[in-house]
């Protein structure tokens, strides 16, 4: 893979260091992305300028500029040619994708009746430019064919051994109210050991007609085998796991698990039963744990009754991750490797607060969820093919007794 070097001249230095900050930092990112292109050319050619080699593929053809709106400005950037194949670069399409789902959402929000003068404010103070309403109106075409895409591929793979499920909520103006929409996300572990994002919706809550519709789409795009379904402890996602994937062992987030027992806990006795809670869940064997539940009940049941009937019922099930290899058991004990989607959601929502409409909550937090999934796909494996073939020997029949043994307490209840 070619390198990135950025090189600057003594005068450049102290133009960056003396001069106005957002005036530097818009001359650098200039430099670091017509650098990233030079690096980009030269992979795609096969040579670096002026190297002779067997590998070649095609020839420079100088550069053209071509702009790249930013929230700190309007960026003039370099692009290579070559001779003969069309130069390809991921700079515009990676930075611009989100970007511009931001500001169709804005200008929507004309529309729907917020002042004009306001809109333009923000996403001038955004990108550092404002955009006429037909190039709006094409880069919403261009969103929803890419989220269509998206959503509907066909998966390239038929088990995802274990599979997180996570929602958050966003403010949308729908029939002249303002109501609050879940956003559902699915985040898959494949066999080769990478993450990616299988699926993300818009519904009007977390209820059993919207996690089974979410999974069983999941089912009829191909994924088929789940050994394991990480998730909090929502109604409506147990009752569409034990519908939809029967066979898949149910982990629930210990995070969340925590959280709710803290939150009806007294104040004065939380800090303490935070660590010791932490402490159970870091025991070094299952039984381990099992006995510092009992010395935690027995210590707290008469000041925290309630918190300690949730321990109790809820402390199997959110041990099942124990099952696993000690590699995997933090890593799928909680839904934390979706944390960065979830903050950069809500970092992109809370500079609009309130949506326009359901369909553009759909275009941008799924333009930014592509983003990062991006991300997500070129990160490292959680396990690999030897790690695989142990779970599927050993650990794959232990969890489907696991989700057997809860397939029955649900029916039950």
């Known amino acids: 893979m070619a390198q990135v070097n950025l090189t600057l001249t003594h005068e450049e230095v102290l133009h960056v260091l003396t001069g106005n900050r957002d005036e530097a930092i818009k001359f650098l990112l200039e430099r670091i992305l017509n650098e990233s292109m030079k690096a980009e050319s030269e992979e795609q050619l096969g040579a670096e300028r002026h190297e002779r080699t067997e590998d070649r593929q095609d020839y420079r053809n100088g550069t053209r500029e071509r702009e790249l709106n930013t929230r700190i400005g309007t960026l003039t950037l370099n692009v290579p040619r070559h001779r003969n194949e069309p130069f390809h670069t991921m700079v515009f399409e990676n930075y611009q994708r989100s970007e511009a789902a931001l500001i169709a959402t804005m200008v929507q929000m004309v529309v729907m009746g917020v002042s004009s003068r306001k809109v333009e404010k923000v996403v001038t103070t955004l990108c ?4 006429s309403k037909s190039t709006v109106s094409e880069l919403c075409k261009r969103l ?6 998206f959503k509907n591929r066909s998966l390239d ?7 997180m499920l996570d929602a958050t909520y966003f403010k949308v103006r729908e029939d002249h109210r303002i109501k609050s929409k879940a956003f559902l996300i699915a985040l898959a572990f494949k066999p080769d050991g990478k993450r990616e994002v299988i699926d993300f919706g818009v519904f009007d809550a977390e209820e059993n007609y919207s996690w089974k519709t979410f999974l069983s789409g999941l089912k009829a795009r191909g994924l088929t085998d789940v050994r394991m379904v990480i998730s909090d402890a929502h109604k409506a996602i147990r009752k569409s796991v034990a519908e939809v994937y029967p066979q898949a062992a149910w982990q629930r987030c210990q995070a969340h698990f925590q959280r709710n027992i803290l939150d009806i806990t007294p104040n004065k006795y939380k800090e303490a039963l935070a660590i010791d809670i932490r402490r159970m869940f870091d025991a070094t064997s299952i039984d381990e ?4 539940e009992e010395e935690i009940i027995a210590e707290y049941e008469d000041v925290a009754g309630k918190a300690m009937e ?20 933090i890593k799928l004990r909680t839904t934390n490797l979706l944390e960065r989607l979830n903050r950069e959601l809500k970092r992109r929502s809370d500079v609009i ?3 326009p409409n359901p369909e553009s909550v759909r275009r941008l937090m799924g333009a ?5 999934n991006n991300s997500y796909m070129e990160g490292n494996c959680m396990y690999s093919e030897k790690t695989l073939d142990i779970l599927r020997s050993d650990v794959f029949p232990k969890l489907r007794l696991i989700a057997l043994e809860q ?3 649900i029916k039950a209840a």
Not at 311 to 327: D, I
């Open 128 to 131: 550092g430019t404002s955009f």
């Open 144 to 149: 929803d064919k890419d989220i269509d895409l």
């Open 157 to 163: 793979f038929r088990e995802a051994p274990f599979l």
């Open 289 to 292: 744990a099992r006995h510092i």
């Open 310 to 329: 949730i321990l109790e019922a809820g402390f199997e099930e959110s041990m099942t991750a124990r099952s696993l290899p000690s590699s995997l058991q």
């Open 353 to 355: 607060q309130v949506f």
């Open 368 to 372: 930014v969820t592509i983003e990062v």
């Open 407 to 409: 397939l029955a307490l």
